[in-house]
């Protein structure tokens, strides 16, 4: 079975080398293609992409439109992955890239998997977007419980891939223009899931990679409106017997006083202190901007709205995390999973 890999622009140049290797092992021997989707505002980039040895053939893609999904899209419609029976997306701002986990997601898609994900755990700082909201509205929404939904690391059936190339054609451009961002995540993760399985590729150690929270906005504006179209749709699975005994991987790490205090200051400034906060809290603010999509708001709108409830959530996980025990951080993440699907069981049979 023919393979292809795509590697989206990256923060670091220097990434490139280490991720094009690791991919390139892991895709073997097979007839391949590896693709370098690039919008670097320095050829630094695809230089060093080029420079790589590799057994696979190299297509080097330069000067394209800012955004991640822009990138991906642009290489998965090239006709060099036309025939490709599996397709990797491998984040290229990756600093330990390993050969295996590249090698197991290709493995889980032949297998049968639609779509395979790498399940990492990460710094309890880190992946406040995937563990308050994208992982917990995707379970609650369509029963797949995926540890790590927007992770850039992933393989795609050629099923999988025409499908999603089919979906964003019909996206009104609001939600277009989220996909060719950050929004591309979600995208192919929740297309695929009509498609056929998922698989999670666990993964022991944490994630090293270029810092996110930067560009936090970006992220959030352009993921959300896409989370929130892509789930309002979705008939809720029941909470499972028992109660929900879902499980979060948190790597602890101490983080110094002054960086905290700098990404807490940073959340200040971007929006306003929502009111009525403490007797509304957490995930229920969530939970109602997925209610009002369903109930005709525009998805970019309830994205805004949700927005400053967002980020007081954030900075009260940073807040109180600091002083919490990793098993502690581990259980808050999975109480506040359980309430959000409750609340969205509520809302449902409130539509009714």
Known sequence: MKAAAILPSCNEP????????AVDTALGNVPAVIVNADSSDT???????????????????????????TQILAAARRPELA???????????????DPAAYAALLDHVRAGAALAIADYPRHWDEANLTNHLARPLIAATTGHDVPQPLAGDLALSRQALAA??????????????????????????????AIGPLASVRID?????????????????QAV????????????????????????????????????????????????????????PWPQPAVDAWHAVRSGVPVVEAARRLWPYYLRRV?????????AAPRQRAELLATAHARLHTAVLTAAGARR
């Open 315 to 323: 900075a009260d996980w940073l807040t109180t995390g600091q002083y």
């Open 43 to 69: 050829p630094n980039t695809t230089e060093n992409f080029a420079a790589t040895g590799t057994r696979a053939k190299k297509v080097p893609l330069a000067g394209l439109t800012r955004g991640k999904g």
């Open 225 to 280: 409106p896409v989370l929130l179209h892509l789930t309002a749709t979705r008939t809720p699975p029941p909470v499972p017997p028992g109660g929900d005994t879902t499980m979060y991987r948190v790597s602890h790490r101490a983080v110094e006083p002054a960086r905290l205090q700098t990404m807490l200051t940073t959340l200040e400034n971007l929006g306003q202190h929502p009111d009525g906060y403490d007797e509304y």
């Open 164 to 193: 999603v190339l089919r979906a964003v054609e019909a996206l009104p451009r609001e939600l277009s223009e989220c996909v060719d961002g950050y929004g591309i995540d979600a995208f192919l993760l929740l297309t695929a899931t």
């Open 83 to 97: 025939d490709a029976g599996v397709v990797l997306i491998a984040d290229t701002d990756t600093r330990n890239p």
């Open 14 to 21: 220097a990434t490139i080398s280490a991720v094009t290797t």
């Open 205 to 221: 150690r944490p994630k090293q990679h270029a810092g996110s929270f930067p560009h936090l906005p970006a992220i959030y504006h």
